[in-house]
């Protein structure tokens, strides 16, 4: 007899043993001829060497299993060991899993051509309304990326702008202040990948979610970086952000350009850089439109209520403009003859 440690990496093994160690069990009972035992992630396997294969290949199909879709079921226990697929596998064109089980995918045309050109360039520039899934959908290219190990570490930032708030007035340390603004990238996280799993990943650093301030002098190698909410970029941060790019690394940069915090006076780095950049191979831009919204669909109707409003504030739009509303007025009036100001 021999005996095997296999090592459960990258994985939560309490997600691989199942709801009570059924799993396991299961495991057990499938292969009698086994002694096999758990502790943490590590499982140790006693047995003939002339079976031991077969035993290591199924429990390695069950990791990987584990690891691309963020759960297994007994069904799917089975499927594997007798060498068939299971359901998860018949689901096509999937980025990731969420634990919960959840196919992450395109569910536009546009967001479809976010990972087409996630797949063909180094820089993509994501940009649209809210709701489009343009952040979502670039946390989920690049968790895909990491489990693939196409890449050693996500990098995911966000420039400290107050909107309407101040941040110096946010009670605790600089950690804490920051952290409100941080939580749409980590509530994305949560929901691609298990929280014991995640907390390790940012304990060791291969997850690394900061302030934009904090990029200077840093070059990014074997990475994708995210820099969610550019349009509240000034013209210098998002040059320095973009000038951190290293070998093997990708970048997404995503904005809202109709949501721009910054004062008046000050013009979007992201808009810039667009205007700059836009052409150059290997940078690809994307524009997400109220077509591709995919929260409640009262966010539809906010975006296009607010797009004819911010129209209606331009003195010669032939459609929304004030003379257009004048003549509405006159309009009334003379059928009306009512004359009181609204």
């Given at each position: 007899?021999?005996?095997?440690?296999?090592?459960?990496?990258?994985?939560?093994?309490?997600?691989?043993?199942?709801?009570?160690?059924?799993?396991?069990?299961?495991?057990?009972?499938?292969?009698?001829?086994?002694?096999?035992?758990?502790?943490?992630?590590?499982?140790?396997?006693?047995?003939?060497?002339?079976?031991?294969?077969?035993?290591?290949?199924?429990?390695?199909?069950?990791?990987?299993?584990?690891?691309?879709?963020?759960?297994?079921?007994?069904?799917?226990?089975?499927?594997?060991?007798?060498?068939?697929?299971?359901?998860?596998?018949?689901?096509?064109?999937v980025v990731v899993f969420s634990t919960s089980g959840k196919p992450i995918k395109a569910r536009s045309a546009n967001q479809q051509h976010l990972i087409d050109a996630f797949e063909k360039n180094d820089m993509i520039f994501a940009v649209g309304p809210a709701g489009t899934g343009k952040t979502y959908l670039s946390i989920a290219l690049a968790v895909k990326a990491l489990k693939e190990k196409n890449i050693k570490k996500i990098i995911l930032s966000r420039p400290a702008v107050e909107a309407g708030e101040k941040l110096g007035f946010l009670p605790g340390d600089m950690k804490e202040k920051i952290d409100p603004y941080l939580q749409p990238?980590?509530?994305?996280?949560?929901?691609?990948?298990?929280?014991?799993?995640?907390?390790?990943?940012?304990?060791?650093?291969?997850?690394?979610?900061?302030?934009?301030?904090?990029?200077?002098?840093?070059?990014?190698?074997?990475?994708?970086?995210?820099?969610?909410?550019?349009?509240?970029?000034?013209?210098?941060?998002?040059?320095?952000?973009?000038?951190?790019?290293?070998?093997?690394?990708?970048?997404?940069?995503?904005?809202?350009?109709?949501?721009?915090?910054?004062?008046?006076?000050?013009?979007?780095?992201?808009?810039?850089?667009?205007?700059?950049?836009?052409?150059?191979?290997?940078?690809?831009?994307?524009?997400?439109?109220?077509?591709?919204?995919?929260?409640?669909?009262?966010?539809?109707?906010?975006?296009?209520?607010?797009?004819?409003?911010?129209?209606?504030?331009?003195?010669?739009?032939?459609?929304?403009?004030?003379?257009?509303?004048?003549?509405?007025?006159?309009?009334?009036?003379?059928?009306?003859?009512?004359?009181?100001?609204?």
């Amino acid at each position: 007899m021999i005996e095997k440690h296999i090592i459960l990496e990258d994985i939560d093994p309490v997600v691989f043993y199942g709801v009570n160690n059924a799993h396991l069990q299961m495991l057990k009972s499938l292969f009698p001829q086994f002694r096999i035992m758990a502790r943490d992630n590590v499982i140790r396997v006693l047995g003939d060497k002339e079976d031991m294969t077969r035993i290591e290949a199924c429990i390695e199909n069950m990791r990987k299993h584990v690891l691309k879709y963020n759960s297994i079921s007994d069904e799917d226990v089975l499927d594997i060991i007798k060498g068939h697929k299971t359901k998860a596998d018949a689901v096509k064109n999937v980025v990731v899993f969420s634990t919960s089980g959840k196919p992450i995918k395109a569910r536009s045309a546009n967001q479809q051509h976010l990972i087409d050109a996630f797949e063909k360039n180094d820089m993509i520039f994501a940009v649209g309304p809210a709701g489009t899934g343009k952040t979502y959908l670039s946390i989920a290219l690049a968790v895909k990326a990491l489990k693939e190990k196409n890449i050693k570490k996500i990098i995911l930032s966000r420039p400290a702008v107050e909107a309407g708030e101040k941040l110096g007035f946010l009670p605790g340390d600089m950690k804490e202040k920051i952290d409100p603004y941080l939580q749409p990238l980590y509530d994305a996280l949560e929901d691609m990948i298990p929280a014991a799993r995640l907390q390790d990943m940012m304990d060791k650093r291969i997850i690394q979610i900061a302030p934009l301030a904090f990029m200077r002098g840093r070059t990014l190698n074997d990475a994708v970086v995210i820099l969610d909410e550019a349009q509240n970029t000034t013209t210098a941060q998002i040059r320095m952000f973009l000038t951190r790019m290293g070998w093997n690394s990708k970048m997404i940069i995503t904005g809202d350009l109709t949501q721009i915090d910054l004062p008046k006076t000050q013009k979007s780095g992201l808009k810039e850089a667009i205007e700059i950049l836009s052409g150059i191979e290997d940078i690809s831009v994307i524009n997400l439109s109220q077509k591709d919204i995919v929260r409640h669909k009262l966010v539809t109707m906010i975006v296009n209520a607010y797009d004819a409003y911010d129209k209606g504030q331009q003195d010669d739009d032939p459609k929304y403009g004030k003379a257009f509303r004048r003549e509405q007025k006159q309009q009334t009036i003379e059928k009306t003859g009512d004359t009181t100001e609204n």
